[in-house]
């Protein structure tokens, strides 16, 4: 493994299942991110987790949990998943949350939800 | 409220030089990064900019003022890879990065 993956690289759900967007790094990164991206508006926070074991809420956390059992997975939660929830989400990461680190982005999830 | 302002898209000629404004309104600054993403692909980190002044890079240069809110990606030399959209974000008071929705460059040869 290489820099960041995400698993898997789309999704059809339907509306009111359960689903879970999973990320691993590589990079022993402290801090990871979840954003969601929609045409027309900017990458939007829902989640981060700036050491192993806590995490913090971000723009758009309704409907979203996530966990931080370790430094390199930071899996993403949709409990029962909406149409609003259609979007592409990336997962990111970077070496602290302050200054000038550069967060390094995964390649991205897909996902539809009917 | 926080806010990033880049214009929606714009077009340029191959091997010319193109300007992409980011203006932005965020609680507190420490700093300014520009990301390149291709159609279908992740954000990749192109500069980042926390004092005022250019900051040059090869073809890329990013310029920022702090008085004014206001920040350009300069792009010299435009190839038909350049073809993508260019996210500013700014790092605001909380260390959270606050992302305009992208400016669409289109190079036409």
Known sequence: IAGITQAPTSQILAAGRRMTLRCTQDMRHN???WYRQDLGLGLRLIHYSNTAGT???GEVPDGYSVSRA???DFPLTLASAVPSQTSVYFCASSDSSAGGSTQYFGPGTRLTVL | GQNIDQPTEMT???GAIVQINCTYQTSGFNGLFWYQQHAGE???FL???VLDGLEEKGRFSSFLSRSKGYSYLLLKELQMKDSASYLCAVRDSNYQLIWGA???LIIKP
Do not use: V
């Open chain 1, 31 to 33: 801090a990871m991110y």
């Open chain 1, 55 to 57: 995490t913090g809420k």
């Open chain 1, 70 to 72: 370790n430094t390199d």
């Open chain 2, 12 to 14: 340029a000629t191959e």
């Open chain 2, 42 to 44: 992740a954000p990749t």
């Open chain 2, 47 to 49: 500069s980042y900019n």
């Open chain 2, 102 to 104: 992208g400016t669409k």
